[in-house]
């Protein structure tokens, strides 16, 4: 690559799954064939860790060593998509960081790091056209079964910054206009929170939105997911599933089906696009 060409990079947070390298990489390969140039696939942390054999050959890339050996190799322009749902730390701190002590390490003063705005973010409206990717991903399993006893829960990591359980909450509101009349209700939840009532922002969790659920005499749930691949969190056998066959809700006769994962959307390859795009002005 010469030096006056840019590197544009979709970044994940990163995963020790296989599994979600290939979704990263399948992504980027859609977004790469839209955008007309090559796309990166990068994970901000973890995904180096996974053996190569494991990844048919080809070593995952993370962010610090993608970074040196690209500027080692005289790039010195980049943008960056962020693969996230929501201005998380991870992108608002620590990919600055990051980046900061590696062009601080190797002494360069010119090099050029554009990080794109995230699908949901305060302020770029983005929730309809995320409620629209979820709301085809659940469309085939809402019509399967009756809107009066079938709920959907959409459920994210969870975070310790409050703007992004704000932007899940606002997809949630958005997606309950969309499915109005499809089915009963729609809750928001997280898989996961800190301790301490300075972050019952994320609350319900997963666990208490399964009970309220049954409480509101529910008999089916579709969950929708706020996670773009397969990992330890989402995906078969990941810490959701758990949490879903411990429930009450299910002990209790009720049947949970799981939509398909963000990643697997052509929109999602339109909104970052878009975010590509807009980053350019």
């Known amino acids: 690559m010469e030096a006056r060409e840019e590197c544009i990079v979709l970044l994940d947070n990163g995963s020790l799954r296989p599994e979600a390298v290939f ?17 990166h696939p990068v994970s901000l942390l973890h995904s180096s860790k996974i053996p190569a054999e494991k990844l048919n050959g080809l070593q995952a890339e993370t962010w610090r060593r993608f970074l ?3 500027l080692e190799e005289g790039v010195s322009r ?19 960081k990051v980046t900061s002590e590696i062009l601080a390490s190797l002494g360069i003063a010119d090099a050029s790091v554009q990080v794109a705005k995230t699908l949901l973010d305060p302020a770029s409206k983005g929730e309809e056209t995320v ?4 709301e085809e991903l659940l469309i085939q399993k809402v ?3 009756g809107p009066r006893d079938c709920g959907v829960v959409l459920v994210d990591h969870g975070s310790p910054l409050e703007v992004v359980a704000r932007c899940r909450d606002r ?18 939840a997280s ?3 800190r301790e301490g009532d300075e972050y019952d922002f994320n609350e319900p969790l997963l666990e208490s939105a399964l009970s309220m ?22 995906g078969e056998g990941g810490d959701i599933d758990q949490i879903v066959a411990n429930s009450e809700f299910v002990s209790n006769g009720g049947v949970v089906l799981s939509a398909p994962l963000v990643g697997q959307s052509p929109l999602l390859i339109e909104l970052l696009a878009e975010r590509f795009a807009n980053s350019l002005d």
């Open 23 to 39: 979704s990263l990489r399948a992504i980027a390969r859609n977004l790469e064939r839209v955008l007309g140039e090559k796309v």
């Open 68 to 70: 040196i050996n690209q």
């Open 78 to 96: 980049f943008r960056v998509v962020p693969l996230f749902f929501g201005p998380s730390s991870a992108i608002a701190d620590y990919l600055p």
């Open 131 to 134: 409620a629209r990717i979820l």
């Open 143 to 145: 019509n399967t079964v």
């Open 171 to 188: 997809v949630a509101e958005s997606l309950r206009s969309r499915l109005e009349g499809r089915v009963a209700g729609v809750i928001a």
């Open 191 to 193: 898989m996961e929170r």
């Open 213 to 234: 659920a049954l409480e509101k005499s529910w008999k089916r749930i579709v969950l929708s997911y706020l996670f773009f691949s397969p990992g330890r969190h989402a």
